[in-house]
Each structure stands twice: as C-alpha cells, then as structure tokens.
C-alpha cells in the first residue's frame, strides 16, 4: 500500500467537510511535499539527459540504496519516540566485517548471516537497556554504542576482506527481471518487504501506536498505562537489527569487508528519516516518508554522476541545504499545530 | 506610621477572552506586611506580575504609584531598580551554580568587567548571615533544600537593596520547620524597615505576620482588612471574616439537576501516605482515607499544595510520590495500583488537571486518542482493528458533542472544552467503575463547563463512582453528593451535600493539623 492510496482512502472516506479535512491532514505536509521535490528533481533530470527517464534508472535508486532504506526504516522508530540511534553506521561495518571473516574461514553463509543479526540486535538491546537503566540521553549512548562497534572493526582486521563465498557473489550479480527489460536485486524485494513490515507494524498494532504516543507525549502515555519502557527498549532492538540486516545487504553489494566502511552512514539514514518528513522530536512521520527520503539523497547523487562535471562532494552540500530546509518546514508545521 | 508605599489603582488587565483583573485597588504601607488572599485563579499572581513589570506597563490599564512616584514598568529589571524584588512560586535560581554566583547573577560584583570572586563570596556570606543561612556561599544551589534555597532568593532580594519584597507564595514547597523559619526572617526583616507583600492562603501564616489582608475575588479587590481595624481598613484580620471574602461568590452557575441514586462502596482508600518525589522531609499526603460509591460524585476540594492530584495520582499507579503506603480496597478486597497498567485493569481512571502535558498527545488526532487506554479492547493478537477504531471514536464524538470535523482531526487543534472531551472519552471506553477528574473544567468556557457536568451527572447514573478535584467550590457544590476537604495533605473534613457550603468548605480547607 502507497501513502497516496492511503490518502485516497482516507480522503474518500470523510467527505463530509473537505476543507477542514485538508487542513487536518497538515502532519503529510513535509512527507508529501518530499514527494513532490522527488518527482520535480526526476523530471528536472529528465529534461536535462533524455537518459534519465528510463525505467531502470529509477530502479537503481533502490539497488544503490537498500542498505540505506532498511538503515532509515530502523531509524524512523528510534526517531519516533523521539530517541536517536548514532551506532548504525559502525554496526553496519561490523556486521559485514563480521561476516566476510567468517565466510573466509569457511562458515555456512545462513549460519553467518543469523549470527550478525544476533549480534545486531544484541548491541541495540544492550544500547536500549542501558538507555531505559540508567535514564541516560539516546545520543550519548549510542555514540558510545557507534565507538565500541568501529573499535570492533579496527580489532577484527585493518584490511579490506574480499567475500568470495558462493551464496554471497551469487546474491551480488543476480537480477530480477521486471517486464520492459527492468531488473532489480533480490536486495530491493528483501528492503521493500522489511519497508512493508514496518509499515503495518507502525500504523496497525499497538506497538507501533505506542512508539507514536510516546513521541508525542511521553508522560501521557505513561499515564495511560502503556508498556512506555519496553517499547522504548525494543525500538532500539529494531534498530540494531535493521542495522545488521543493511550490513549484509551492504556486503551483497561490495563484495567486502572494510572496517572504515559505511563511515558517517548514520547520519545519512537521520538526514532521510528528517527529510521524509519525521519529526525530530518524535511524535509524527511516516516510514514511507523515510523510503523518499532515501530515494530523494540517491536522486541527488544519480544527478552529480549524470552532470559529470561536479564533485561528488556536491552531493553532501545538496543534502545539507535540501536538511535545513526540512528542518525549516517542520518548524512552520510544528508552530502551527503548537 | 501609614505612609503609603505603594499604591495600584484602577488595575485592570485582559488576556484573549478573560478579564483577569478588573479594576484592582491595593494599597500597601511602609514597613508593613502585606497579604494577598484569594481562591486559586482568583488573580494574585497576575496582579503582582502586573506590579512587577513582567507584564509591561501598556498591556494594562490602571495607574502604580511606588513613593509617591507614577511607574511605567516594561521589565522586571526596572522594577528591580525602584527596589521591587518578586520571588516566584518556583524559584528561579540555577542548580549548578554556587549561592553567591546565584545571589549576584546579572549583578555580579566586577569592576572593569573581571569578576572579583573574592568579594563575591564575602558579601554573599554576609547576606546569608542576614538571612540566618549557615551555608558556604560556595556551595551549589542543588545540594541545599528548597526552604534553604527560599533563603537565598531572599539574600539575592537584599542585594539588590529592595525596598519592597514580593513573595508567591512562598511557604507552598516548604514543610513546617522551614516555613517557621521563613516567616520569621519576614518579620525580621520588617524591623529593618523592609516592607512585604505576601501571597498566601495559609490563614494561620497570614495571622502570624500579616498588618494587612487584601482579598481578591475573580479578579477583583473585595476589601482591605487591617490589624485593630485600624485606619484604611474595613474590618479586624480574622479567619471567618477572610473565608467571607474569599468565597462570597454567588451560586448562580448551572448544573445539570440529578437524583442520586447511591449505591454499594466501590472503591476505598486506607492511610495513604505520600512522600515528596525529591524532598524526603516533606510529607505530601498523610494518612488520607476517603471512599467512593456506586453512582456518587465525591468531591475534593483543597486549596494549592494541599494535595489533591498528588493524593489522586499516588493511587493512580504509584504516578506521583514515594515511599506510598496505605491500602486500597475495590468492593471491600484490596487491590495493587502500584503500576498504571494495574490500575487501569482494576477498573480506575485518572483524567489530569495538565491536559496538555499529561492528559493527551497533542500532535495525534482524536481517534488515536481516544483509544489509547484502551487499545487492548480493539486489538487481536497486537493487531489494531483501525475501523471499529473510527467507529468507536465517531460514537462519542456525537455522545460527547466533541465539536471537531472528523475524528482525524489533531487534539491540538481543539478548544479546552473539547480537548477535555477527549480525554473523559478515552477514559470512559476504558470501560472504569472508578473515575477521578481532576479540575475537568480548568480552562474551558462556560458553555463547555455546563456540558461536562452533564457527561459527569451522566457517568453517575450509569454506576460510575466519580472523585472530582476542584478548586471551584461553587462547582463542588453544584455536582458532587458528598464532599472531602484537604488541607496540607490531611483529610480536614468529608461534608454531606446537604451540610456543605462554601463557608463550611473553606474552613475546612485552611485548617490545619497538628
């Protein structure tokens, strides 16, 4: 299910005052208007290189980017019960040194990829306890959490290992084949299925009702008589988790293990979670919004590669101005629902 | 002797919708003590906002003469300068700053712009030996006490050279010892011709320091009671004569008629003892007992501070306080409400007092909101049923009048009296036998008002056993069967109906036990 069917279903179900209505749904303001620069950016570029229109480039939005989109799906429910998770980024590099050292000593590769995600979740396990323990602030202690899965790396190995296992390689050059001589990776099927989950996990169950109460009003919650500490802990978990998954998804890719891998990816999944329109502060945001975040950084950087002439380091400058303005927008938002 | 210091006449000062003030008369004489008495909400503390500056001198009418002089306050910091030092209910000192940077902070002794710590903390050791605080000025302002810290507000209104000492309240956080000790520095002070004026409700506070009472009423300045009757008074300080002036408000408000039709107890509550969260020498609620009826509205009336929410969230889920203890009992068998979840399954409800901080999730819409409680109630297997969801929120936002265009609307979009209707709707499809309400009608206009009274009447006739926290007598008096007063956390009074006035009430109210 898309958010504009979800829009249409709600917009035909209450018909009664259609004004008022639109103006009730002001909290899919930032997360549609990311849409909208989406799609103005993809027909820019499709004025500008007649290449760009094609299908495939549009899918390889999502081949380049599914360890991001499952790094910013896990964020999204952090950042919803207005926590942060800064380790994501070291536990993808770990995860995926982790598994290309044990595939090279000849481990089963389902055995190895159970295991990074034990220990991913471990580490956000340990990071949400210690977090609900101790009452510390988020960002402290998965800033710790990012420096004690980095010093993992460095321990493990200074050098680049090449994954040369079978399963591995196999997932990395197979295809998909859509209709229209489109592919995708078998990455993309697995990062829209983790995108589904999270979608009906955050809007149909209780869980996901109490990430967003806490977000919103953490005392109220607790005073509803909410499970707030367990929940507070298990999005963390989550986190961890989806972190280790985007470190196998991110070996699929690259074939490697490199312990300064995914450096600073942390920061592009919150840049995707903010840009998609997810309140910093928690509360409100869509974890589709988070997906066009993603695919709003990737469009950015398709853009610096067609033009040829630009740095890459254009793509970071892009981002940052196209952050401040979300950051912008949600200050209108807020100030106006406060 | 009466030469008048100040002078406020004609005050009058409005915010959207209210008049808070409405042509205020105060006068205050050199060297005296001055109280300032009145319900809650009745216009105190806006009236010394006003006096201070914090409300600047063109957002209300009305003329402040200070020495014979005309006063255009825009800040704080000018009236600071005339020698008027306000000391709020929360004291507004840094935690991790010693008490001499506090006592001098945005005053700090520093010729040519270097500060001269040295003389920092010899002055400030020399006004805390004013005060009676035996205290190294070094010492941060976060290990000494709250009556303690009340001291060094006051040291850092003697640094200033105040001439006129306004205090809200200040006894309001403190426990006996300390408020002594604070009302005695007071009249300590008064003998080196510092003139007070205090904000208080404490009858027996107010008869031991006061030279001079004035009342406010809804705004209003009922009259000026002076030690002996004596000139420029209207009458002798005493307890009956204050109760009279405070509450002599007519009942002309509506309230819904009901026949009660009381039945079995439903809920009892056994010496509840209630801790201070964070000062353990301060006892919240002492050995309070109270009980609740099938079909009765019990009311609790108490003046600030004297413990009512904290009486009422101690029970809901151990949500306020430490060190809990006494027993609660639901038809006769005990019952555990040390967790909210626990609580809410025994069938108790909670609506607070803070809708905005504690009552709703303000960026979420009223169907999420309504089902929050409850959600188990919608939910298979963790799996929430989104349309019963719709439907169950469409049902009361017509049984409630919830005036919004569709249940998808945001809470903080809503009126007062409409976000109060969400919150009673979340807790009624929880389905309790027990609601507590506190203050259901802070905030919320007239109309609204009336509106609620009728859901509460209505909740009573179904079974419901209600508890409901007001500081609106009148509205106690219009609503409840049976009503309990509260007093510095001490169970004063429980008045039948048919006994209670607001005479009886406040009484109870400003009595206080040994």
Known sequence: MSLSSTLARRAAGKTAAPRRQLRGNARYAPTLATLGLFLAMFAVGAGMYPSFLSGQVFLNLFIDNTFLIVLAVGMTFVILTGGIDLSVGAVVALSMMVAATLLQQGWNPAAVIILVLLIGSTLGLAMGLIIHYFDIQPFIVTLAGMFLARGLCYVISLDSIPVTEGFFTGMAQAQIPLPGELFISPGVVLALAIVAAAFFVLHHTRFGRTVYAIGGNENSAMLMGLPVRTTKVLVYVLSGLCSAIAGILFSFYSLSGYSLAAQGMELDAIAAVVIGGTLLTGGTGYVLGSVVGVLVLGIVQTFIAYDGTLSSWWTKIVIGALLLAFILLQRLFTRKTG | ?514
Request: glycine share 10%; aromatic share 4%.
């Open chain 2, 1 to 514: 002797m009466n030469v008048p210091i100040l002078q406020m006449r004609g005050i009058t000062k409005t915010f959207p919708g209210v008049k808070a003030l409405q042509d205020v008369t105060l006068d205050v004489n050199r060297g005296e003590v001055h109280a300032i008495c009145g319900e809650n909400g009745a216009g105190k503390s806006t009236l010394m906002k006003v006096l201070s500056g914090v409300y600047a001198h063109n957002t209300f009418d009305g003329e402040i003469l200070f020495e014979n002089e005309p006063c255009a306050f825009t800040s704080i910091n000018d009236s600071e300068k005339r020698g008027i030092v306000i000391i709020h209910q929360e004291l507004a000192l840094s935690p991790y700053l010693s008490i001499a940077e506090n006592i001098f902070l945005g005053n700090e002794i520093a010729p040519r712009g270097w500060v001269d710590w040295r003389k920092t903390n010899l002055e400030a050791a020399k006004l805390l030996a004013r005060v009676g605080l035996d205290e190294n000025p070094v010492t941060p302002i976060q290990h000494i006490s709250v009556g303690k810290q009340q001291l060094v507000e006051i040291a850092k209104a003697l640094s200033k050279e105040v001439k006129l000492l306004i205090l809200d309240e200040p006894t309001a956080a403190l426990n006996d010892e300390d408020s002594n000790h604070l009302l005695d520095l007071i009249l300590h002070l008064k003998g080196q011709g510092v003139t007070s004026i205090i904000i208080s409700h404490k009858l027996n506070e107010i008869r031991k320091v006061a030279d001079a009472v004035t009342i406010i009423r809804d705004g209003k300045s009922i009259e000026t009671l002076r030690l002996g009757g004596g000139e420029g008074g209207q009458g002798q300080i005493t307890q009956e004569r204050i109760i009279r002036g405070m509450v002599g408000r007519d009942l002309d408000s509506l309230y819904p008629d009901r026949t009660p039709r009381i039945g079995e107890e439903v809920l009892r509550i056994e010496d509840w003892t209630v801790q201070h969260p964070q000062d353990h020498s301060r006892i919240v609620v002492h050995n309070a007992s109270l009980h609740v009826r099938k079909g009765e509205v019990v009311g609790l009336a108490g003046l600030m501070g004297a413990g009512r929410t904290e009486l009422a969230m101690s029970v809901f889920g151990r949500s306020y306080g430490k060190a809990v203890s006494g027993k609660v009992f639901k038809y006769g068998k005990e019952i555990d409400t040390s967790t909210v979840p626990g609580a809410i399954a025994h069938g108790i409800a909670y609506a607070t007092e803070d809708r905005k901080h504690y009552g709703l999730n303000l960026i979420e819409d009223i169907k999420r909101n309504i089902s929050m409680a409850a959600l188990p109630k919608l939910a298979k297997r963790g799996w929430v049923d989104k349309n019963r969801e719709t439907t169950v929120a469409n049902g009361y936002r017509r049984s409630m009048n919830i005036k919004a265009p569709a249940v998808s609307a945001i809470t903080g979009k809503l009126s007062g009296g409409n976000q109060q209707k969400v919150v009673l709707s979340k807790w009624m499809f929880s389905d309790p036998d027990v609601l507590i309400l506190d203050e259901p009608t802070r905030g919320i206009d007239v109309g609204a008002k009336y509106e609620i009274y009728t859901i509460i009447a209505g909740l009573a006739a179904e079974g419901k056993a209600v508890i409901v926290i007001s500081s609106e007598l009148p509205e106690l008096l219009g609503i409840c069967d049976r009503i309990y007063t509260l007093s510095a956390g001490h169970v004063t009074g429980e008045v039948p109906i048919s006994e209670a006035s607001q005479e009886t009430l406040m009484h109870y109210m400003t009595q206080e036990k040994e």
